[in-house]
């Protein structure tokens, strides 16, 4: 059972980045998924969410240059990075919300992160 996010690196503030979360679990297609980051010295927070039925929540401070989406029959989520910036630099964490039969409004299973750098 294992969540995998890739699409990470180090990048020109303005660029953009695709980052990938693959599941190996078939239960992917009816939990929600979330990306979430950690930027340097800070708690982490909530990037964006979308449900199995595609409805989008996105954080407070990534509306705008953020869009997730989903491809269930690839068991991946995926978080588009537009007009990137230095504060963006951060571990980048992909979650999901369901784990076995149980359900939550927190992030059950957590991937390993993918590092994201912008540099100025």
């Known amino acids: 059972e294992q969540l995998v996010e890739s699409g990470g690196g180090l990048v020109e503030a303005g660029e953009s980045l695709r980052l990938s979360c693959v599941d190996s679990?078939?239960?992917?297609?009816?939990?929600?998924v979330g990306w979430f980051r950690q930027q340097p010295g800070k708690e982490r927070e909530l990037v964006a969410k979308i449900d199995s039925s595609g409805n989008r929540n996105y954080g407070s401070s990534t509306k705008g240059r953020f869009t997730i989406s989903r491809d269930n029959a690839k068991n991946t989520v995926l978080l588009q990075i537009d007009s990137l910036k230095p504060e963006d630099t951060a571990i980048y964490f992909c979650?999901?919300?369901?784990?076995?039969?149980?359900?939550?409004?927190?992030?059950?299973?957590w991937g390993q992160g993918t590092q994201v750098t912008v540099s100025s």
């Open positions: 979650a999901r919300y369901c784990a076995g039969s149980i359900c939550s409004v927190q992030p059950l299973k």
């Open positions: 679990r078939s239960i992917f297609s009816t939990s929600a």
